[in-house]
């Protein structure tokens, strides 16, 4: 028995010395030459936030398995940080964090030997979330979106500020894979907004928007240049020259200030004849009349006053109610444009956007009843006229930026023409003055706000 299974040894030694001597290429395991093939073509992509897949190619059919070793940043090496079965090509490592740079090296091996290693770098990033949209919902109320780049985040954070205040840097935190936010009892006109995801500690960059809230019955004019005065030459000479003026945005009543909202902050209603009703425009006030009512909403509504009552000069600053200046009230009632020129407040045709002499039957009448211009604003030819912001002076004819009229004067502007006046005295370029002691049954006034 011996004996034979020593000559099958012989037998099998002579077959491998035969073999190798007829073929250079095989080499015995037993040999000290011999060398497991190692993988090759190493890949590695981040699939996560916390997680990146390395794939390779297996060269060999005889290993027992692959050996993993990490580092992160300038940590030292993991030399065994994963052990995988033969024959894999592929791993997913799912504890990395972002914004790390992770260094891999991947090997073959037996139970007596080890291949070369394989090595490669990757760097992870955090996508930042992008196109942060905001949108008014309501009076008090907006929507916020945007899209999610990342897979993996925990969450996102909101951070936000309103006007000059400080920013409050987690004002509210959304969970993972979310893409929109509605942010509600909003109080005031301006608002900005900074997202970012987060993972664990580690953040990423913010994006950033902000939103004009527009409050209900009001019109934001965007900024603009236009030409001021009698571009028609229709007018008269306190309507000259024309000149170029740039403003900043704004926002403005799309009605004349009414009856009932004028009685509901002061609790007096001036208007007796000529139109009375909660929705017909307030007249018989005076230009103090006007501010102060701008004041007391402002002090009511939780916003700034513009006024200062013992000089009544107007802080333009302020987030309260104030009349607009004259260029404002010009540029609002052209609709923000020069193109179209139109020669009343939103048309060429009088009778389709204003209450005047030919069409009132001598009165005034609802506001909001006619067409409104292209920006969405009621009356500003007809109905009654407005009380502007500046003293009455004469124009210049050097181009202007944000011109808030004469320092001093006899007379305050008001604009637009009323109920009781001809076609001419309608047209957008009208001026006209009068103490700020004065009222009349023809003058009310809109309101304006500023965009800080």
Same mark, same amino acid.
């Given at each position: 028995?011996?004996?034979?299974?020593?000559?099958?040894?012989?037998?099998?030694?002579?077959?491998?010395?035969?073999?190798?001597?007829?073929?250079?290429?095989?080499?015995?395991?037993?040999?000290?030459?011999?060398?497991?093939?190692?993988?090759?073509?190493?890949?590695?992509?981040?699939?996560?936030?916390?997680?990146?897949?390395?794939?390779?190619?297996?060269?060999?059919?005889?290993?027992?398995?692959?050996?993993?070793?990490?580092?992160?940043?300038?940590?030292?090496?993991?030399?065994?940080?994963?052990?995988?079965?033969?024959?894999?090509?592929?791993?997913?490592?799912?504890?990395?964090?972002?914004?790390?740079?992770?260094?891999?090296?991947?090997?073959?091996?037996?139970?007596?030997?080890?291949?070369?290693?394989?090595?490669?770098?990757?760097?992870?990033?955090?996508?930042?979330?992008?196109?942060?949209?905001?949108?008014?919902?309501?009076?008090?109320?907006?929507?916020?979106?945007?899209?999610?780049?990342?897979?993996?985040?925990?969450?996102?954070?909101?951070?936000?500020?309103?006007?000059?205040?400080?920013?409050?840097?987690?004002?509210?935190?959304?969970?993972?894979?979310?893409?929109?936010?509605?942010?509600?009892?909003?109080?005031?006109?301006?608002?900005?907004?900074?997202?970012?995801?987060?993972?664990?500690?580690?953040?990423?960059?913010?994006?950033?928007?902000?939103?004009?809230?527009?409050?209900?019955?009001?019109?934001?004019?965007?900024?603009?240049?236009?030409?001021?005065?009698?571009?028609?030459?229709?007018?008269?000479?306190?309507?000259?020259?024309?000149?170029?003026?740039?403003?900043?945005?704004?926002?403005?009543?799309?009605?004349?200030?009414?009856?009932?909202?004028?009685?509901?902050?002061?609790?007096?209603?001036?208007?007796?004849?000529?139109?009375?009703?909660?929705?017909?425009?307030?007249?018989?006030?005076?230009?103090?009349?006007?501010?102060?009512?701008?004041?007391?909403?402002?002090?009511?509504?939780?916003?700034?006053?513009?006024?200062?009552?013992?000089?009544?000069?107007?802080?333009?600053?302020?987030?309260?109610?104030?009349?607009?200046?004259?260029?404002?009230?010009?540029?609002?009632?052209?609709? /923000? $444009?020069?193109? *179209?020129?139109? @020669?009343?407040?939103?048309?060429?045709?009088? %009778?389709?956007?204003? =209450?005047? &002499?030919?069409?009132?039957?001598?009165?005034?009448?609802?506001? /909001? $009843?006619?067409? *409104?211009?292209? @920006?969405?604003?009621?009356?500003?030819?007809? %109905?009654?006229?407005? =009380?502007? &912001?500046?003293?009455?002076?004469?124009?210049?004819?050097?181009?202007?930026?944000?011109?808030?009229?004469?320092?001093?004067?006899?007379?305050?502007?008001?604009?637009?023409?009323? =109920?009781? &006046?001809?076609?001419?005295?309608?047209?957008?370029?009208?001026?006209?003055?009068?103490?700020?002691?004065?009222?009349?049954?023809?003058?009310?006034?809109?309101?304006?706000?500023?965009?800080?």
């Amino acid at each position: 028995m011996l004996k034979r299974f020593t000559n099958l040894i012989i037998l099998i030694l002579t077959a491998l010395i035969i073999y190798s001597c007829d073929n250079d290429d095989f080499v015995s395991p037993y040999d000290p030459s011999y060398s497991l093939p190692a993988p090759t073509n190493l890949v590695i992509e981040q699939i996560a936030v916390n997680q990146c897949r390395l794939t390779w190619q297996d060269n060999s059919q005889s290993e027992t398995g692959f050996r993993i070793a990490r580092k992160k940043d300038n940590d030292a090496w993991d030399e065994d940080y994963a052990s995988l079965a033969k024959d894999m090509e592929e791993y997913i490592d799912e504890e990395v964090l972002p914004n790390s740079i992770y260094r891999y090296k991947v090997a073959a091996f037996t139970n007596d030997y080890v291949s070369s290693k394989i090595e490669e770098s990757v760097s992870l990033n955090f996508p930042a979330p992008s196109n942060l949209q905001i949108t008014q919902e309501t009076v008090s109320s907006v929507r916020l979106t945007w899209e999610d780049n990342s897979m993996g985040e925990e969450g996102f954070k909101i951070s936000r500020k309103k006007d000059n205040e400080d920013w409050i840097e987690e004002y509210d935190l959304v969970g993972e894979n979310i893409g929109e936010y509605v942010d509600s009892s909003l109080e005031t006109i301006c608002y900005y907004y900074r997202i970012k995801a987060f993972y664990q500690e580690i953040e990423s960059v913010y994006i950033e928007n902000e939103v004009d809230l527009i409050p209900e019955d009001f019109v934001l004019v965007p900024a603009g240049t236009f030409i001021m005065g009698d571009t028609r030459g229709l007018g008269s000479s306190n309507e000259l020259p024309t000149h170029q003026v740039t403003l900043s945005s704004f926002l403005i009543g799309k009605y004349e200030v009414t009856q009932g909202i004028y009685q509901g902050v002061t609790g007096t209603n001036p208007a007796s004849n000529y139109g009375k009703g909660s929705n017909y425009p307030v007249c018989y006030v005076t230009w103090y009349d006007a501010v102060q009512y701008c004041n007391a909403r402002s002090i009511e509504e939780g916003l700034t006053p513009c006024y200062n009552t013992t000089n009544w000069s107007c802080d333009f600053s302020a987030n309260g109610y104030r009349l607009p200046t004259e260029a404002e009230w010009e540029f609002a009632a052209r609709g /923000g $444009t020069s193109n *179209p020129d139109y @020669l009343y407040s939103g048309s060429d045709d009088l %009778n389709s956007v204003a =209450w005047y &002499n030919s069409n009132s039957g001598s009165t005034t009448h609802n506001v /909001g $009843t006619k067409t *409104p211009n292209s @920006l969405g604003i009621y009356d500003m030819s007809g %109905n009654v006229w407005e =009380w502007c &912001n500046d003293w009455y002076g004469d124009y210049s004819s050097s181009a202007q930026s944000d011109p808030v009229g004469p320092e001093s004067g006899t007379g305050r502007v008001y604009r637009g023409g009323s =109920w009781i &006046n001809i076609t001419s005295f309608c047209r957008v370029a009208i001026r006209n003055s009068s103490s700020p002691t004065s009222s009349g049954y023809n003058i009310g006034f809109r309101l304006a706000r500023s965009l800080n």
